[in-house]
């Protein structure tokens, strides 16, 4: 069925057989040739990323201290493999740039940028390929996670299983975007995106309720998450090119350009937030429940 609930199914039957198949293709993205692990991980990181969301959806019914225990395993997942990932981000980002304002960036300082990255996510792709126990550990700890989904708790098979999370999801992405408005920092802009891409995965999660309305809203939060997501790859590469050798004039002009690009996703970012957190959060909330109640006989 992939990820996505279905009104079929009894929800707590439905949230445990997508929390096993997400499990499941991760383990089976890390279990790659050494030539492929570039693509596992970032496979296996987007795995991660849909499991803590649904994660936060049923944090109400989980229980606190369950839901820590679980968000913590798949967190601490992502982040003994995420270096690797990073690392490749900075080129493509970087390569993003210079092909967009190619006559800004003398290429010659486009290209000793690129090969310096470049050699900084061979050489951390190698120390995980020659240990291999990030990638072990990793395994170990999604292995041990579907164990524990024996012991999960029953869940109400019912639109009140999901609303706390869904309320508590827009709300934060809500509280993040108004919060950017007035102190734009790098820091509040990642932690909305990450806010923004939970909400992304939750509308995906749920069953057709209305697609004419709840698909546009969700490709929406894609868009904002992407936008979002270019800001903070665009501030990190300025971050690790400060660590570099190049010439001084070539690295001010590249930061001047990644100002530029920030500040122009920004915009673009804003002006999505303004639209889609128009809402408070229990309107939001109660706006799907009722899609749920008027979806549900018709589907039985």
């Given at each position: 069925?992939?990820?996505?609930?279905?009104?079929?199914?009894?929800?707590?039957?439905?949230?445990?057989?997508?929390?096993?198949?997400?499990?499941?293709s991760a383990?089976?993205?890390?279990?790659?040739?050494?030539?492929?692990?570039?693509?596992?991980?970032?496979?296996?990181?987007?795995?991660?990323?849909?499991?803590?969301?649904?994660?936060?959806?049923?944090?109400?019914?989980?229980?606190?201290?369950?839901?820590?225990?679980?968000?913590?395993?798949?967190?601490?997942?992502?982040?003994?493999?995420?270096?690797?990932?990073?690392?490749?981000?900075?080129?493509?980002?970087?390569?993003?740039?210079?092909?967009?304002?190619?006559?800004?960036?003398?290429?010659?300082?486009?290209?000793?940028?690129?090969?310096?990255?470049?050699?900084?996510?061979?050489?951390?792709?190698?120390?995980?390929?020659?240990?291999?126990?990030?990638?072990?550990?990793?395994?170990?700890?999604?292995?041990?996670?579907?164990?524990?989904?024996?012991?999960?708790?029953?869940?109400e098979d019912?639109?009140?299983?999901?609303?706390?999370?869904?309320?508590?999801?827009?709300?934060?992405?809500?509280?993040?975007?108004?919060?950017?408005?007035?102190?734009?920092?790098?820091?509040l802009l990642?932690?909305?995106?990450?806010?923004?891409?939970?909400?992304?995965?939750?509308?995906?999660?749920?069953?057709?309720?209305?697609?004419?309305?709840?698909?546009?809203?969700?490709?929406?939060?894609?868009?904002?998450?992407?936008?979002?997501?270019?800001?903070?790859?665009?501030?990190?590469?300025?971050?690790?090119?400060?660590?570099?050798?190049?010439?001084?004039?070539?690295?001010?002009?590249?930061?001047?350009?990644?100002?530029?690009?920030?500040?122009?996703?920004?915009?673009?970012?804003?002006?999505?937030?303004?639209?889609?957190?128009?809402?408070?959060?229990?309107?939001?909330?109660?706006?799907?429940?009722?899609?749920?109640?008027?979806?549900?006989?018709?589907?039985?």
């Open positions: 069925m992939g990820f996505k609930l279905d009104l079929h199914e009894p929800l707590g039957q439905g949230i445990r057989r997508i929390m096993r198949e997400q499990i499941e383990l089976k993205d890390l279990d790659c040739p050494d030539e492929k692990l570039h693509d596992g991980v970032h496979d296996a990181r987007k795995g991660f990323k849909k499991i803590r969301a649904l994660l936060r959806l049923v944090r109400e019914p989980l229980g606190q201290p369950h839901y820590r225990q679980e968000n913590r395993r798949y967190r601490d997942a992502g982040r003994r493999i995420s270096l690797v990932r990073d690392s490749k981000v900075h080129v493509e980002t970087l390569d993003d740039l210079c092909a967009a304002l190619p006559e800004e960036i003398p290429a010659e300082s486009c290209a000793l940028a690129r090969q310096i990255l470049l050699d900084r996510h061979e050489q951390l792709l190698d120390q995980i390929l020659a240990a291999g126990i990030a990638r072990r550990r990793v395994q170990l700890v999604l292995q041990e996670g579907l164990l524990d989904l024996e012991s999960w708790p029953d869940f019912d639109f009140s299983t999901l609303q706390p999370g869904l309320i508590a999801s827009y709300g934060s992405g809500r509280k993040r975007y108004r919060a950017s408005l007035k102190r734009p920092s790098t820091e990642h932690e909305w995106r990450k806010q923004v891409k939970y909400l992304w995965y939750q509308l995906r999660l749920l069953p057709p309720l209305w697609p004419a309305i709840i698909d546009p809203f969700a490709e929406a939060c894609h868009t904002l998450s992407s936008a979002l997501g270019s800001d903070h790859d665009l501030a990190l590469l300025d971050v690790e090119l400060r660590q570099f050798e190049i010439p001084e004039e070539d690295r001010q002009t590249i930061t001047r350009l990644i100002e530029s690009r920030r500040h122009q996703v920004q915009l673009q970012a804003w002006d999505l937030g303004m639209r889609l957190y128009a809402e408070t959060p229990a309107a939001f909330a109660k706006r799907h429940h009722a899609y749920w109640n008027a979806a549900r006989p018709l589907q039985s």
